[in-house]
């Protein structure tokens, strides 16, 4: 029964991720939806770990931290990536057309 | 040995991107291209190995599957991890002067080319799924990197929106690993190819991972970021990343479809699959049609090419393999070839708007000559390469009698054929346009031979399909083709 | 000493010369012209010591796998020395006119170094051992012939390359997936004289037409089929030299030459009478020979009426190999070298018109027999060749043909051959009548002063190629001369 109370929140957070990627104009808001989104993934992942009858599965648990690690790695690079368009551009954002040409 | 080897691919690189800042500006340069060299030398006896007693095998740290990791070297991974050392060489060649080890770009672009190159290896020697999201991450993230050296906006810009795709795909796919998980306890492709059963959370998951890899690798329509990365990218990043680095996701996808799921019976989601190829196909060729600079249409170009592999899913027999992973390699290299040349057009005229270049027959012969040829892979004119791997498409095609699919090829060599002349004959045919442009300086000698020694190689290619064909027989996936 | 590199040997001394022309740049003049020249000889050696190898049955062959099961193969037999030998004599002669010609122009490394490739492009055609292998060098001669036609750079040129771009490669797509099909069919097969289909049931009738036509389409669009042919003459704006080899030798010549390799060594005439295309190619080719005469009369540019008269006399070719029978075979492949001979007379005479004087059409040609006689004399003996006047070779092509055609019972053919001679005649005799007749105008268009050397280089190459031509009409009966080495060939499909 909590398997399914876990899923439903992580399908719910997965969503509000989705949703702030694709709304959000500012690029600091989009990243920190990635990492909502990630946090979603990190769950469903705990559930599957959790399931055994030996107790939680060591391995799942083992990729989770791993991936824990590679987003926050990720993370501060996105974020360093964001500074240096900001100093350039003046703006955190992406969003502008005739980005094609130069 | 053999184990030390393997772990040579991975670990001489590696190694050398921690060590390269350490040591003096004079020597940077010898070890970058030192590290580079030592991969083909690396591979020549591995793939004696593998030619002799077939697949190898290497359990890191002695732990056996599922609970320790395995290295596979097959057929199919050898010839792409040959690919990736043949472009490696050229690019570092060019490399060397268009981003000098010893200078405030080399020292951005070295580290992070060589981190690339250990990610795409061990990528391409994983046989587990989590290992090659890692993998798979270190080569978005370092790709990412490389696409902001030269600190152009656009550039930047293009790598962020890389990235937040990227992060995103990378998450569907470890979604699917976890789910994957879940259901069978193991992570080897094998293993779980064994164990897997088709229900509905298998399903679910096979989607969200196809998903994830289709947007690492540009396959339309999410190829959205792609155009603007590849175009905008400094120098030889556009070559490896256009020659590589798309070719690593789409590697992936075919180890999982053929050799996870190999024995699913998925007809329409095959099918599917091929529509996306074919809508890359016709929509990158016409898109690279009306592109005005030099690199976004060879950046489209990338696009529409691509989309030849995905008929593989499709067609599914051994000859759509052979042209697959022909069409993996003829593009790599001829693609590569075409972004050195364009960097080189790049670099001495200062600008690749087409309506700007003219005369490159006279000012540029090496680079023009390398771009031409290179085109001539592309376009699939014999003899080439690329020839080859639309001939065995096309035969594959004729022979389960899918009219469709083969005439949908035809077109698509036809409308390339219509994009790289319009390049060509702007580029050197044009009296009316014959302006001294405001900047020209003439590209290091090297550089310009990096780029023709990738467009000769395409060229040969097309001569040496017969042991690159006899190491695909051997590593066909365990179910799930025709004869 | 082992002499299967020969056939290789052939291909890659031009593609070499091509290469090398490439990498001397456009200042090593002397350097470049010994090279072409070089090249051209030692290839004519080549084929001297091929066809001696021929003769006495020792033919050698290449060969090598592109693919499994599938090979590149070149070897020399008697056909495929008839086309290389006209190519190679042809070659040396156009080469000399053409150094001459380009004195004055830029781009000359680029030129020559295509001009090299795209004879090493026929040179493969013409000893492709099977259908695959002629594939690859007939794109590779798209490839090559692209720059020359828009070497100009100007306007009409470009438009002219795009045109000439869309058709061959159209049907080489029409082409490559005929090739595939006929290949998962019947498997790679080399060409054997007769015909190597005969194993495939009825049941299959109808693949084998619909592959035939996808071929002749490939095939057509090069010996400009109507209604293939539009890209011909918008190609006229090539240099002369181009034009001459591209309509004497090479484009043209390589979809007739592949049209009669895919009739008699790969079909079969019987397979092909079988199925029924004979007729529909004879159509085809009697259609083209009246509608080019016809096109050909209303134009008043020289080169362009000439152009039209290269459509609708290439066409012969096909007609013969499409009548069949042993006598219009022959009329028809050994058109194959004297058209060549003929047409490339008149486009260096063209040319030389319109370097020399400025003389582009056809109402400023008037009195220039008195101007430039040698020229004038070879544009005449060319062009009544043409019109088939006997003893000239245009006149031995036409008269196999007939006899032919009334032999196997096709009578048809012969209002065809008298409406296109009547129209020869109508388009050439003007030209020929105001050459001679006419008095010479107060000023030339635009005279240009040339050196000894120029005209030399420009008048000997077209009065030889006038001679030859003659000399092959005269001497028909000659054991050595193409007819009688064309019978031999040709009654070998018919035994």
């Known amino acids: 029964m909590t398997e399914i109370l876990f899923v439903l929140a992580a399908s719910v957070v997965f969503g509000i991720g989705v949703w702030g990627l694709l709304i959000a104009e500012h690029l600091l808001r989009k990243l920190l939806a990635l990492n909502v989104m990630s946090s979603s993934v990190f769950i469903i992942m705990l559930v599957v770990a959790g399931g055994g009858p030996d107790g939680p599965d060591p391995v799942a648990q083992a990729l989770i931290l791993t991936g824990i690690v590679i987003a926050v790695a990720a993370t501060a690079f996105a974020l360093a990536l964001m500074v240096s368009i900001y100093r350039k551009t003046g703006r955190a954002s992406i969003t502008e057309k005739g980005d094609d040409d130069r | 040995m053999i184990a030390e080897l393997l772990a040579g691919l991975v670990f001489i690189p590696l190694g050398a991107t921690l060590l390269v800042l350490l040591l003096p500006r004079q020597a940077r340069g010898y070890l970058c291209f030192t590290a580079v060299l030592a991969l083909p030398l690396c591979l020549m006896p591995l793939t004696q190995a593998v030619w002799a007693d077939g697949e190898i095998t290497l359990a890191l740290a002695e732990f056996t599957p599922p609970l320790g990791i395995v290295w596979r070297l097959d057929g199919l991974a050898l010839i792409m991890l040959w690919l990736t050392a043949i472009v490696a060489v050229p690019v570092s060649l060019h490399a060397l002067t268009s981003f000098p080890p010893g200078e405030q770009t080399g020292r951005g672009f070295w580290p992070l080319w060589l981190m690339l190159l250990a990610g795409i290896n061990a990528l391409f020697l994983s046989a587990d799924l989590f290992n090659l999201y890692v993998t798979l991450e270190m080569i978005t993230l370092a790709g990412v990197a490389m696409l902001g050296i030269g600190g152009n906006a656009l550039a930047l810009k293009a790598a962020m929106r890389y990235l937040l795709l990227g992060l995103l795909a990378s998450l569907l796919y470890l979604l699917a690993v976890g789910l994957i998980y879940g259901q069978t306890g193991a992570l080897d492709i094998y293993l779980v190819g064994e164990r897997l059963e088709t229900d509905r959370l298998a399903a679910t998951a096979l989607v969200l991972m196809i998903t994830g890899l289709l947007v690492k690798s540009a396959i339309f329509p999410m190829h959205v970021w792609l155009p603007a990365a590849h175009g905008n990218a400094p120098g030889p990043v556009s070559a490896i990343l256009s020659g590589l680095v798309v070719k690593v996701s789409l590697y992936m996808l075919i180890r999982i479809w053929f050799w996870m799921a190999g024995d699913w019976e998925l007809p329409a989601a095959a099918t599917a699959l091929g529509l996306l190829g074919a809508g890359a196909i016709l929509y990158g060729s016409l898109a690279a049609l009306i592109q005005p600079r030099l690199k976004m249409v060879i950046a489209y170009s990338t696009v529409a090419q691509l989309g030849y592999v995905m008929l593989l899913f499709p067609l599914a027999s051994i000859n759509a393999f052979h042209a697959a992973s022909y069409q993996l390699l003829a593009h790599g290299l001829a693609k590569a070839a075409m972004f050195l040349a364009a960097a080189n057009i790049l670099w001495s005229i200062g600008t690749d708007r087409l309506h700007a270049l003219t005369d490159l027959n006279r000012k540029l012969p090496v680079d023009l000559f390398a771009l031409a040829l290179a085109a001539v892979s592309i376009m699939g004119l014999p003899p080439s390469g690329g020839f080859l791997a639309k001939w065995l498409l096309l035969e594959a095609a004729w022979q389960q009698g899918a009219w469709g699919w083969l005439i949908l090829i035809s077109i698509g060599s036809l409308l390339s054929a219509a994009y790289l002349f319009r390049v060509i004959a702007l580029t050197c045919f044009h009296p009316e346009r014959r302006h001294v442009p405001t900047r020209w300086q003439s590209p290091p000698s090297s550089a310009s031979i990096a780029a023709l020694v990738l467009a000769l190689l395409a060229i040969a290619a097309g001569f040496t399909s017969a042991p690159i064909l006899g190491l695909i027989d051997d590593s066909l996936p365990p179910g799930g083709i025709w004869p | ?495």
């Open chain 3, 1 to 495: 000493m082992t002499t299967e590199w020969l056939p290789l040997a052939m291909v890659l001394v031009s593609l070499i010369a091509g290469v090398i022309i490439f990498l001397l740049g456009e200042q090593r003049q002397l350097a470049r012209t010994l090279l072409n020249l070089g090249a051209a000889l030692v290839k004519l050696a080549l084929v001297a010591f091929l066809s001696m190898l021929v003769v006495t049955d020792r033919a050698p062959e290449f060969r090598l796998a592109l693919l499994p099961g599938l090979d590149l193969v070149l070897r020399a037999d008697a056909l495929s020395l008839l086309f290389t030998t006209l190519s190679a004599v042809l070659w040396l002669i156009t080469t000399v006119y053409a150094i001459a010609y380009l004195e004055r122009s830029e781009n000359r490394a680029r030129f020559f170094g295509f001009f090299s490739i795209c004879v090493a492009s026929t040179m493969g055609i013409a000893m492709a051992g099977n259908l695959f292998t002629f594939f690859i060098f007939y794109e590779l001669l798209t490839l090559a012939t692209w720059p020359l036609v828009a070497h100009s750079g100007s306007r009409a040129a470009i438009l002219g390359a795009r045109t000439y771009l869309r058709y061959t490669l159209g049907g080489s797509a029409v082409f490559l997936v005929g090739l595939i099909w006929l290949y998962g069919l019947a498997g790679s097969r080399d060409f054997i004289a007769g015909g190597q289909l005969d194993e495939i049931g009825i049941a299959q009738h109808l693949d084998l037409q619909i592959i035939f036509v996808m071929l002749v389409i490939g095939m057509g669009v090069k010996a400009a089929l109507v209604p293939l042919h539009s890209w011909l003459p918008k190609a006229m704006v090539a240099p002369a030299p181009v034009s001459a080899l591209l309509h004497a030798v090479a484009v043209v010549k390589a979809g007739a030459f592949g049209l009669v390799r895919l009739v008699e060594d790969v079909y079969g005439p019987e397979l092909v009478a079988e199925l029924g295309m004979n007729h529909l190619l004879a159509v085809a080719a009697a259609v083209t020979i009246i509608y080019g005469s016809v096109m050909a009369l209303r134009q008043t540019d020289i080169k362009r009426r000439l152009a039209f008269s290269t459509v609708s006399q290439v066409s012969y070719i096909a007609l013969g190999i499409a009548v069949g029978g042993v006598m219009a075979t022959t009329g028809g492949m050994v058109h194959l070298v004297h058209q060549g001979l003929m047409k490339i007379t008149l486009f260096f005479c063209a040319g030389i018109f319109a370097t020399v004087l400025g003389v582009k059409c056809i109402d400023q040609l008037d009195g220039l027999g008195r101007r430039m006689p040698w020229t004038t004399l070879s544009f005449t003996i060319a062009g009544l060749g043409m019109i088939g006047l006997p003893p000239m070779a245009g006149f031995v092509s036409k008269y196999y043909l007939g006899a032919g055609a009334i032999a196997v019972g096709a009578w048809w053919v012969i209002p065809v051959l008298i409406a296109s001679t009547l129209l020869n005649a109508a388009y050439f005799l003007p030209l020929i009548k105001r050459m001679w007749m006419h008095p010479e105008p107060g000023e030339w268009p635009h005279p240009v002063n040339l050196s000894r050397m120029e005209t030399g280089g420009l008048v000997i190459p077209t009065v030889m190629t006038a001679i030859i031509s003659v000399l092959t009409g005269l001497f028909a009966a000659h054991p050595l001369s193409p007819l009688s080495w064309v019978m031999g060939i040709v009654t070998e499909y018919f035994p």
